[in-house]
């Protein structure tokens, strides 16, 4: 079955400095591996995916991330943080293995707080 | 939040009632989502639907159901089968096969906070 972890609840960084939200996935197919933000009581919205190709994938607002299938991970970073990117993140994964397609699983999100 | 509207924004449930959340989308999106969010629990997929008239159950379906009679408006109904119902439900669509498919990602509404008496 898939699923999608993301080990941290929070993630601490000063505002300034380099940031990495962490993901890992498991799927029996080959993902497709999203990124999402969260502002308190809105929707998501959408930051960044890898389908395939290039394991480094940008995307808005100077956000990056990583694929990496040996270590089953999609780890979100960004060079230089701002206090404006405190938010909740979500990871998201579909599996082209499972049948359907379409059904999405997200992680529990990693809650970030940039420090003025 | 652009494209896809929820309303109401908060709604309020009597014990043993049913209520229905609404979700339009006019971005011609073929596929459409329910989640649920609890504190501490990300998002729980509830319902989802890749087509018109053609829908599937998530992780999560029991107490709740669904339709989508038009391509534009996916409603989700909260049953009073559904024990807990208290909290934050987000709708999202997405592009179809003919665009890509799961290729795509999703664009969410600004959700529906639902709330028990």
């Known amino acids: 079955a898939q699923s999608v972890a993301q080990p941290e609840d929070q993630v601490n960084v000063a505002e300034g400095n380099p940031l990495t939200v962490k993901c890992t996935y498991s799927?029996?197919?080959?993902?497709?591996l999203f990124w999402y933000v969260q502002y308190p009581n809105r929707g998501l919205q959408f930051l960044l995916k890898y389908i395939t190709g290039d394991n480094l994938v940008k995307g808005s607002y100077g956000f990056e991330a990583e694929f990496n299938k040996s270590q089953t991970s999609f780890h979100l970073k960004k060079p230089s943080a701002l206090v404006s990117d405190s938010a909740l993140y979500f990871c998201?994964?579909?599996?082209?293995?499972?049948?359907?397609?379409?059904?999405?699983?997200f992680g529990a999100g990693t809650r970030l707080f940039v420090k003025a | 939040d652009g494209g896809i509207t929820q309303s109401p924004k908060y709604l309020f449930r009597k014990e043993g009632q049913n209520v229905t959340l609404s979700c339009e989308q006019n971005l011609n999106h073929d596929a459409m989502y329910w989640y649920r969010q609890d504190p501490g629990q990300g998002l729980r997929l509830i319902y989802y639907?890749?087509?018109?008239?053609?829908?599937q159950k998530g992780d999560i379906a029991e107490g709740y159901s669904v339709s989508r009679e038009k391509k534009e408006s996916f409603p989700l109904t909260v049953t009073s089968a559904q024990k807990n119902p208290t909290a934050f439900y987000l709708c999202a669509s997405s592009m179809g096969w003919v665009a890509g498919g799961p290729n795509n990602e999703q664009f969410f509404g600004p959700g529906t906070r639902l709330t028990v008496l």
């Open positions: 998201a994964v579909r599996d082209t293995g499972h049948t359907g397609g379409f059904k999405t699983i």
């Open positions: 639907s890749q087509i018109v008239n053609d829908f």
């Open positions: 799927v029996s197919g080959n993902p497709y």
